[in-house]
């Protein structure tokens, strides 16, 4: 069974531009997440969806991050205009459902803004 | 809101000795407990959870970990430790019963000398 597929795996930018992630989550699975991880520190939530819609955005800053999940299965993160403070890694996963099921996480996307 | 403590940043531990790590929780409800671990230059990967019964856990690779309720603590051990274990290791937390999302702590890194 494939795992959670993330491209691209390293991005670099200049300060001022858009980017863009892209998740493909594990086959069957409805819920959704995105997830930042600085370094040094632990996964936080971005968003969660279940199916196509987005049920926590809380902690996705709306002014410059956006993410869509159309169909309930790809996803894609994007960030417009990046800032020097965006760089991280950003983590996608997936499970069957939300709550007690194991979350499966992508290898992540290490975005360099300079 | 729920957080999670892990006291450890950096534990350097030669081939045989046994490990702890710690795992401290803020919560005042029922949780569900994890341990995630990521080896170098791989993807997140479940170690173990508790979700209820034995609050002793047994996972792969040897790893358990005890969930003390009393003190808010889900330590993760190993008696015997192998090169191969070097790898970072995430405590994570979900309150039960909710559309909870997973709040981890910032991680410990583990390094064996063969």
């Known amino acids: 069974e494939a795992g959670v597929v993330q491209s691209p795996r390293y991005k670099i930018i200049e300060k001022k531009q858009p980017v863009a992630f892209w998740c493909n989550p594990i086959?069957?699975?409805?819920?959704l997440y995105w997830y930042l991880q600085n370094l040094g520190q632990g996964p936080e939530l971005l968003i969660r969806?279940?199916?196509?819609?987005?049920?926590?955005d809380s902690q996705l800053p709306k002014d410059r991050f956006s993410a869509e999940r159309l169909k309930g299965v790809d996803s894609t993160l994007k960030i417009q205009p990046a800032e020097l403070g965006d760089s991280a890694v950003y983590l996608c996963?997936?499970?069957?459902?939300?709550?007690?099921?194991?979350?499966?996480f992508g290898p992540g996307t290490r975005l360099t803004v300079l | 809101a729920q957080s999670v403590s892990q006291h450890n940043h950096h534990v350097i531990l030669s081939e045989a000795a046994s490990l702890e790590l710690g795992c401290n929780y803020s919560?005042?409800?029922?949780?569900?407990l994890f341990w995630y671990v990521q080896y170098p230059g791989q993807h997140l990967q479940l170690l173990l959870k508790?979700?209820?019964?034995?609050?002793l856990v047994k996972g792969i690779k040897g790893f358990e970990a005890e969930f003390i309720k009393s003190k808010f603590s889900f330590n993760l051990r190993k008696p015997s430790v192998q090169w191969s274990d070097t790898a970072e290791y995430f405590c994570?937390?979900?309150?039960?019963?909710?559309?909870?999302?997973?709040?981890f702590g910032k991680g410990t890194k583990l390094s064996v000398k063969p």
């Open positions: 996963a997936s499970s069957f459902v939300a709550g007690e099921n194991e979350q499966f």
């Open positions: 086959s069957g699975h409805n819920t």
């Open positions: 969806y279940e199916n196509e819609e987005a049920v926590d």
């Open positions: 919560y005042g409800g029922t949780v569900n």
């Open positions: 508790y979700f209820s019964g034995d609050p």
């Open positions: 994570a937390v979900n309150a039960r019963g909710s559309q909870g999302n997973l709040i």
